[in-house]
């Protein structure tokens, strides 16, 4: 979902809060007044749409990369394997030392060529609690994700029978809004919330807006048998500025569809024509 990975990468983007997150998954207790940080989450372009949620490195040595999921994704380990193969390059300051013996062997692991394993930690609340407990901004995290789908569901029950994208999106919005306040009365992420200008919560609540729309008007494209109707919303999503791999998962195109969408006009672009 994207608003869970804008407010996921907006509360775990600094170099305090992504150590905590780092010592609480880990066990670990690395101080932040002797351990560098450093992020270097990458960004999307242009050319590469592909980003990750979150990466920083510690103490110059060690790569950490976390990915926000709703579901189990099975290609995850793909996925991680190009962030971290881009954040190596990224990282050599010499672009041609990656063509030239750049890794030392280790002694016993002569036969290992490479071995990747991913770890998935299910933080919604009530579930990993040891880890939510350790990490103040975490546990925040997953409270204001509840909550949000409690309010949801206590506003979609009183509005019973007025369905549509457009009232389904304001149910959302006032659903941010409440859980928002109830993280305040919580005393969880106060600093973040009261720190939060009137834009960033507007867009929060216009990305989950966003997504709801796009959703609905998935299913009813679908219903209709419209194929168009899904490009439609492609090319909405895209002059929203939402990222490849979202209008991916939300419409089903595929990337080779969704780039030569991108590739349309701007006016067109906005319009949807």
């Known amino acids: 979902m994207a608003y869970k990975d804008s407010l996921f990468r907006s509360i775990f983007g600094n170099a305090k809060s992504a150590l905590a997150l ?3 998954v880990h066990g670990t207790s690395l101080d932040p007044r002797d351990t560098e940080v450093v992020m270097n989450t990458l960004s999307e372009t242009l050319w590469t749409p592909r980003k990750n949620d979150l990466s920083f490195l510690i103490n110059r040595s060690l790569v950490v990369v976390a990915e926000h999921q ?21 990282g050599l300051e010499n672009k041609k030392a990656v063509y030239t013996d750049s890794f030392e062997r280790v ?4 036969g290992v060529t490479l071995e990747l394993e991913i770890d998935v930690y299910n933080v919604n609340a009530g579930r990993n609690s040891s880890i939510l407990e350790a990490c103040a ?10 909550r949000v789908g409690a309010h949801e569901k206590e506003l979609g029950a009183q509005g019973a029978g007025s369905g ?5 999106a304001e149910r959302t919005i006032k659903a941010i809004r409440l859980a928002i306040q109830d993280c305040k009365n919580a005393g969880l992420l106060r600093e973040f919330w009261e720190n939060m200008s009137k834009e960033e ?15 609905v008007s998935r299913e009813e494209g679908f219903e209709r048998g419209v194929g168009v109707g899904v490009e439609t919303v492609a090319v909405n999503a895209l002059a929203k500025g939402l990222p490849f791999e979202l209008i991916h998962e939300l419409t089903g195109l595929d990337t080779e569809t969704i780039t030569g969408l991108s590739q349309r006009p701007a006016d067109m672009l906005s319009h949807g024509n």
């Open 107 to 110: 002694a016993g692991f002569d």
């Open 137 to 146: 901004e975490l546990k925040g995290y997953a409270f204001f994700v509840s």
């Open 22 to 24: 780092y010592n609480a």
């Open 70 to 90: 709703s579901t189990i994704n099975e290609n995850m380990p793909y996925r991680m394997l190009q962030y971290v193969c881009r954040l190596f390059e990224n």
């Open 201 to 215: 919560l507007n867009m929060l609540a216009s990305e989950w807006d966003m997504e709801t729309a796009l959703e």
């Open 164 to 168: 549509g994208a457009e009232r389904t």
